[in-house]
C-alpha cells in the first residue's frame, strides 16, 4: 500500500526505515523528516505525514513489544542516583559537628 504518492514509499519501507532508526537507538524520538531523510526522501506536500506519524506509533510500539527488556535487566534510575549520592557524599547528610 502506498503511503506516500509523491515519493511512491510503501508502507513497507516507511516501517523498514522507522525500523532502521530504533535499531540505531531505540529510545530516540522520531518524526517524519528523520524518516524520509534515512530514505533519502523529502516530503513535498507532506499530506502523509500524519499517516507517517501513524507509522512510527504503531512501529515503535511494536518494536518494543518484541525487544522487551527482560524484568531482570531493568535498572531503577532513582535506585542508581541515590547509590551515586551516597558514594559521592556520604558524609554530606550528616550535620556538621559542633
Ligand atoms: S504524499 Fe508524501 S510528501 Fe506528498
Not at 529510545?27 to 506519524?53: E, S
Not at 511494536?62 to 542516583?81: D, F, G, K, W
Not at 541515590?82 to 558514594?87: E, G, I, Q
Request: glycine share 2%; proline share 7%; with cysteine.
Amino acid at each position: 500500500m502506498i503511503v506516500c504518492h509523491c515519493n511512491v514509499l510503501k508502507r513497507n519501507q516507511i516501517e523498514e526505515a522507522i525500523v532502521d532508526l530504533l535499531d540505531a537507538d531505540p529510545w530516540r524520538l522520531i518524526v517524519p523528516v528523520q524518516v524520509y531523510h534515512a530514505m533519502n526522501k523529502r516530503g513535498r506536500c507532506c499530506g502523509c505525514f500524519p499517516d507517517v506519524v501513524d507509522l512510527i506509533i504503531e512501529t515503535t510500539a511494536a518494536y518494543h513489544q518484541q525487544n522487551a527488556t527482560p524484568e531482570p535487566e531493568i535498572v531503577s534510575l532513582i535506585e542508581r542516583v541515590r547509590a551515586h549520592v551516597k558514594v559521592r557524599v556520604p558524609d554530606a547528610a550528616k550535620p556538621a559537628a559542633a
